[in-house]
């Protein structure tokens, strides 16, 4: 199932949390995850979701599984949301903070 971070206003980065075939953290539109990192059924999956301009990094439980794929037509600014479609799901600890420069140039 995907979580949609919408970025800007009609634009949407996908990643998705539980892909059966590639496993989670796969960013619609962008290379298949290098590795699966998922917890077993039933426990929680931690993300840490980066994006620097049009380039997106995905972490799944501390493993990177997609590094800075580019995401053309992302604004550099805009409201952020999360969406998903299907069952109940849970979150916990969802925080979204701006990079300062130095996080952000490098």
């Known amino acids: 199932r995907p979580i ?58 501390g493993k990177r599984v997609v590094d800075g794929a580019r995401l053309a037509g992302i604004p550099a600014r805009g409201p952020i949301g999360v969406r998903h479609t299907d069952r109940p799901i849970e979150f916990a600890n969802l925080y979204v903070r701006e990079l300062n420069e130095a996080q952000s140039s490098r």
Not at 22 to 42: C, F, H, I, L, N
Request: charged residues 20%.
């Open 4 to 61: 949609v971070l919408m970025i800007g206003y009609m634009i949407e980065a996908v990643v998705s949390i539980a892909h059966p075939q590639t496993g989670s953290g796969e960013v619609r539109g962008a290379p298949k995850p290098t590795d699966r990192a998922d917890r077993q059924a039933g426990g929680w999956n931690r993300f840490i979701i980066t994006m620097k301009g049009d380039r997106c990094t995905v972490e799944v439980n």
